[in-house]
């Protein structure tokens, strides 16, 4: 399901920028919260230090 391939998506040691920010898009969270994860998400994708904090507050926002 959804939430499943979320998980595997939200390990950090699995990072891919590309398809947290499509996990993003697909959710039914409003634009500007969407807007500000993916700035999270784009930014852990040029520094490996951020990956952790930005999908924890992808997870929160997800309610994960």
Do not use: Y
């Amino acid at each position: 399901g959804v939430m499943a391939d979320a998980a595997a998506l939200l390990d950090p040691a699995a990072f891919d920028a590309t398809k947290v920010a499509g996990l993003i898009d697909a959710s039914a969270l409003d634009d500007a919260t969407k807007a500000t994860l993916k700035s999270a998400v784009e930014a852990a994708a040029g520094n490996p230090a951020l990956v952790e904090a930005a999908i924890a507050q992808v997870k929160t926002a997800l309610g994960m």
